[in-house]
């Protein structure tokens, strides 16, 4: 789990650099260990999002959208630092004309990042390390993959992947909420937290509409209540 940690911590400090450079149901089980104790978490493939069509939640797969709802409050605030830090560094390498200048500000900007995240990168679960990973994407419009892989070439950015892997981490995730699942109720967790003040809001960096959100989910339920009856007369 140490391994994954570094692996987050270089993603970090490895951000001012790539954008300078760039600028210039219940389908799975996972186990975890959280305070000495293994905890089975059920992933849920399945949304309800209209009465007509909606999904009869049983209590453990409401509570799994609860234990979400709760590391998405966690991890949200660095996804969005992440996209700030990135704005903040892009003007200030704007401003620089030597690469020399720039040179000492990718150290400065290291040190930084290093120094305020990895104490609290080594805090976040294997879950939410996951889900990190997914609203980086939403935030910035870049896989944390192709984050290393401008920073430090493709082969590092394939071997932080691979380590990664070995905790269940994929860095290639994108953040996609009109086709997958846990996604949408990350979504609409966040627009209610904005709604509600509990959380910052920061647009995300290729925009989502609420209401087509919400159709596109609609349709899908639909349509596979729709197929489940045909299966039903056969």
């Known amino acids: 789990m140490q ?21 210039s149901g219940i389908s799975d089980t996972i186990e975890y260990i959280h305070d000495s104790d293994t905890i089975k978490e059920i992933v849920i493939e399945e949304v309800m999002v209209s009465d007509e069509y909606a999904i009869k939640l049983t209590k453990e797969e409401r509570e799994q959208i609860k234990l979400l709802e709760k590391r998405v409050r966690v991890v949200y605030p660095y996804a969005k630092l992440t996209a700030e830090k990135l704005v903040q560094i892009n003007t200030t390498m704007a401003k620089l004309k030597t690469e020399k200048e720039k040179k000492k500000y990718f150290k400065i900007a290291e040190k930084y990042l290093n120094d305020e995240f990895e104490p609290k990168l080594k805090k976040l679960s294997q879950k939410q390390g996951q889900i990190l ?24 950015a394939f071997w932080s992947n691979k380590t990664a892997q070995l905790f269940n981490i994929n860095l ?8 997958v699942p846990e996604d949408y109720y990350i979504e609409m967790f966040l627009i209610k937290c904005f709604a509600e003040g509990k959380l910052i809001r920061q647009a995300a960096a290729k925009p989502i509409n609420e209401d087509e959100l919400t159709e596109n989910w609609v349709q899908k339920n639909r349509a596979r209540v729709q197929a489940e009856k045909e299966m039903e007369k056969k």
């Open 3 to 23: 391994q994954f940690f570094i692996v987050l911590v270089f993603i970090f400090s490895g951000l001012s650099f790539a954008r300078a450079q760039n600028n």
């Open 172 to 179: 290639k995730k994108e953040y996609n909420p009109m086709d």
């Open 133 to 156: 990973v997914k609203l980086i994407h939403r935030q910035t419009g870049q896989t944390t993959f192709d984050l290393i892989k401008d920073y430090k070439s493709g082969w590092k």
